[in-house]
DNA sequence: TTAACCTCTAATATATTTGTCATCGTTATT
DNA sequence: AATAACGATGACAAATATATTAGAGGTTAA
């Protein structure tokens, strides 16, 4: 499965997105014309399809209804006509979003962002092989999906908000427990040991999270 | 819970598309400010937000944070502004979607038929062996029929449509029962429970709704 | 009006998380 | 090397949250 797929017959503007996108890790293919677009989507998929409407021979608006024959995949129609029927046969059609050329690219970045956030839910940590979902609140590690209590949760989306950065152990308190918490500062300690044995990947000698002798922890 | 819940200080320009929508079928509610907003989001719950950005008071994206924090229900974002960043801080927040005041009512009412076309016009929602129907109410497992009560129904539906995300005891309380409901949220479990019991392969270890422990649940 | 069903409540049982403590290991200081 | 301070650990207890059950009360349709 690709992850963006882009039909659009400027191959300069196309070149230039595609860039773009791999900065940001995104995999991405391109062509210029309907049939190769719709080949390419029968034979890999894509998480997203960038669609320029006017293309030469069969246009964007075959493309998207041909698309939405089999699935969902999110689709965003880019268009050089600032035409209201263009755009509102584009959303009738079932498109996700519409963009006018010429774009400024980050708007274009932002639009696939946002559309990958909201239907693929990369509200992610991504952190080697620890991934933490905040919205799921759960982390998986490697393959493993470990579910975490609030208070490790807490603890642990702190301590990442924070990464390579000392707290310490007052902050660390005050902060999930509030200063006028009932419990001991020792209890920080054996939840720390707790999120250890979940994420590291050996806790007795811990990579992720460090202790600072004396003041607290770090999460690297 | 409201189909379409609109944030417009504008009140005169709040009422037109609100007559609008209602001719489609939609129920609306709206308000003026931010607070109103997330008051009646909180107490109702919304299948749409369409929101304005510039509100007297706190802004909009006030509004969409908080939403997001609870759900994935889709914003669609008004603004005046044409500024850039404006676009781009509601898109990476989010948003669903973006226009620009003043809009032309006709894109306006694609735009929101899209999101519900995209978001919930599914029947059918196939999961492995099990297949909900949301016309026929029914659940399908293996070959078993069942029968879905309105409450299962509402609950079981609200979930999917946040799959993947852990919602709130509270949230999906006051979505489903309206926090101003005399029930009290234990009546909650005792429908995850019946719930399950329809849904899950073994009711005892469920699969397909999860507890998060201190949170609520998930579907998955 | 009755019967069937849905919804809520309350009581009880079960499960999970969180906090505490005693003890052991480690580090810094002298 | 001895000591003191601090952190790690494991076992247990307490606090909290959820699951389950049964039944009362309400609603709906025949």
Redesign the interface.
């Given at each position: 499965m690709i992850d963006i797929l882009i039909v659009e017959d400027n191959k300069e503007l196309a070149d230039v997105l595609c860039d773009f996108l791999r900065a940001e890790q995104y995999t991405v293919s391109a062509c210029q014309t309907a049939e190769k677009g719709l080949a390419l989507y029968e034979k890999y998929g894509a998480r997203l399809v960038v669609l320029d409407i006017m293309l030469p021979g069969k246009d964007g608006f075959y493309v998207l209804e041909k698309v939405r024959e089999k699935s969902?995949t999110p689709v965003l129609i880019v268009s050089a006509k600032t035409a209201?029927d263009d755009?509102?046969t584009g959303?009738?059609l079932?498109?996700?979003?519409y963009i006018e050329k010429p774009y400024?690219i980050?708007?274009m970045l932002?639009?696939i962002?946002?559309i990958f956030?909201?239907r693929y839910?990369l509200d992610e940590l991504v952190d080697g092989s620890l991934r933490i979902n905040k919205?799921?609140?759960t982390i998986i590690k490697g393959d493993m999906e470990m579910?975490m209590?609030?208070k490790e949760f807490e603890l642990l989306t702190l301590l990442i908000e924070n990464r390579g950065r000392t707290l310490s152990k007052e902050y660390l308190f005050n902060t999930i427990w509030g200063s006028d918490s009932e419990s001991e500062q020792q209890t920080l300690t054996v939840h720390i040991k707790r999120l250890r044995e979940k994420i590291e990947e050996d806790p007795k000698k811990p990579q992720k999270i460090l202790t600072v002798w004396g003041v607290g922890y770090k999460y690297l």
């Open positions: 969902n209201k755009k509102l959303l009738d079932g498109a996700d979003d400024d980050d708007i932002a639009k962002r946002g956030k909201r839910s919205s799921s609140r579910e209590t609030e």
